[in-house]
């Protein structure tokens, strides 16, 4: 079993920043790939971002990309989310997901572990 816990969330204004955090507990992250997700109020869930086990390969959204970075350390098993230039549609609730294996995953149906989740709210 894996255990994820989010942090870094808050309220900010549009164009402001936030750096969300992945610590996992229970086994090491470096065999799993990883992702991030966010879930708005009477939306469906949307993948944001993911990344390999490696860091080396990286998947965004297209409404994130060039603003947000995903990354990576295996050795402290947490992954990031570096959010910039925050949008009002932004807000939501964000969750870090963990998918066995050494691809890139972008559907949540891949992912065993989820975290609870953190609110990011972007007031413009």
């Known amino acids: 079993q894996v255990q994820l816990v989010e942090s870094g969330g808050g309220l900010v204004q549009a164009g402001g920043s936030l750096r969300l955090s992945c610590a996992a507990s229970g086994r090491t992250l470096s065999t799993y790939a990883m992702g991030w997700f966010r879930q708005a109020p009477g939306k469906e869930r949307e993948i944001v971002a993911a990344i390999n086990w490696s860091g080396g390969i990286t998947y965004y959204v297209d409404s994130v990309k060039g603003r947000f970075t995903i990354s990576r350390d295996n050795g402290k098993n947490t992954g990031y989310l570096q959010m910039s230039s925050l949008k009002a549609e932004d807000t939501a609730v964000y969750h870090c997901?963990?998918?066995?294996?050494?691809?890139?995953?972008?559907?949540?149906?891949?992912?065993?572990?989820w975290g609870q989740g953190t609110q990011v709210t972007v007031s413009s």
């Open positions: 997901a963990a998918a066995r294996g050494f691809g890139i995953f972008s559907q949540g149906a891949m992912y065993e572990f």
